[in-house]
């Protein structure tokens, strides 16, 4: 039988953990997570979470490097947030496909048609560019809450077309304008094997990313971040529930609700997110050795500087 994620993180032997609390001690470096990576990566992190709690994170940390086990968008945020700090990735190539897409026609054509009534609103996960491009940033945690606060009407929501009609749902007031992109891993979940599992499991609850598509969202008891998801079935009175979102999150709803008998499904197409499962322990290891996969922000120094500033934006109205 295949092990669980709890038994995967246990199986980090007491050497490695050690040998990594040398290389943190020699590089002042602390190690960063996002729930979908491998157990044994996150069990070694010294803070796991979703990509909000990261990027706010990043900002407040002491140390002088900060080690990003997640894809590039999440990396290039903490070093936007961050100049003057080293961020290492395990895993430079890892990257979000969503990040890239959108083009900046899109962005050009709405801005002449609304003018200043406008907000071009951009999810995290986008790259460096495309958040030079847009007047403010958001996660999966915080979009509903800062786009129903915009002072504008008009909202173009870059790039994921899935959690921009969740948004224009949750805040009708507000025209949203959707652009053509997703993430093709919360794409592929169908409705028919959501349904095929709610019918094996017709007590559980449904729990689901705001990434997944319209049809699958409808059927949803709840619709949060990662950290939603989490939370969510660790205070539920439930007892079993259908995870609608890439397997890692199963690693810390375990843990969190180890001894409460909860019991969670996930659907028949393994819900990977093929980059994030390239950020291994061995990686992890090599990266804090040499000090590999740094990031680099690029010579366009204004683009980095309107790139940081939606991700200031974003802070500020999450934290109002
Ligand atoms: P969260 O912000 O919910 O962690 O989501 C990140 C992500 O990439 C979802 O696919
Ligand atoms: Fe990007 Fe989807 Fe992977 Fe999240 S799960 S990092 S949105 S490809």
């Known amino acids: 039988m295949e092990p669980t994620a709890l038994e995967r993180a246990a199986a980090v032997t007491a050497e490695t953990r050690a040998r990594i609390e040398t290389l943190k001690a020699e590089r002042d470096a602390v190690i960063l997570a996002h729930y979908y990576v491998e157990p044994e990566v996150q069990a070694v992190a010294d803070y796991v979470g979703d990509s909000f709690y990261l990027a706010k994170l990043a900002k407040s940390l002491p140390q002088q490097t900060i080690v990003l ?11 936007l947030l961050n100049r003057d700090k080293t961020v290492l990735m395990p895993e430079p ?91 093709p891993r919360h794409e592929a979940i169908s ?38 998801i989490i939370s969510f079935a660790e205070q539920s009175d439930a007892q079993e529930f259908i995870i609608v979102t890439v397997r890692g999150v199963l690693y810390e709803l375990e843990r969190r609700c180890a001894g409460q008998g909860k019991r969670f499904y996930v659907t028949s197409t393994p819900p990977t997110c093929s980059d994030m499962d390239g950020i291994t322990l061995e990686k992890l290891l090599h990266c804090l050795e040499f000090g590999t996969g740094a990031v680099e922000i690029g010579v366009d120094g204004a683009s980095a500087k309107r790139a940081q500033l939606t991700l200031d934006r974003m802070l500020e109205y999450a934290a109002r």
């Open 69 to 79: 086990c997640g894809v590039e968008f999440m990396g290039e945020s903490a070093k």
């Open 93 to 183: 190539a890892a990257d979000c496909p969503m990040a890239h897409m959108v083009q900046r026609a899109t962005i050009d054509k709405a801005r002449e048609e609304y003018g200043d009534d406008l907000a071009v609103v951009c999810y995290v996960n986008s790259t460096m560019e495309i958040k030079s491009w847009s007047d403010v940033c958001v996660t999966s945690s915080n979009a509903v809450k800062i786009v129903r606060e915009l002072p504008q009407h008009h909202i173009l929501f870059i790039p994921d077309r899935n959690l921009g009609r969740h948004v224009a749902e949750q805040v009708p007031e507000k025209h949203v304008i959707l652009n053509d992109g997703c993430c």
């Open 191 to 228: 409705l028919a094997e959501l349904r095929e599992l709610k019918v094996g499991h017709p007590n559980a609850l449904v729990l689901a990313h705001p990434e997944c598509v319209a049809a699958v969202l409808d059927e949803a008891d709840y619709i949060g971040s990662t950290a939603g």
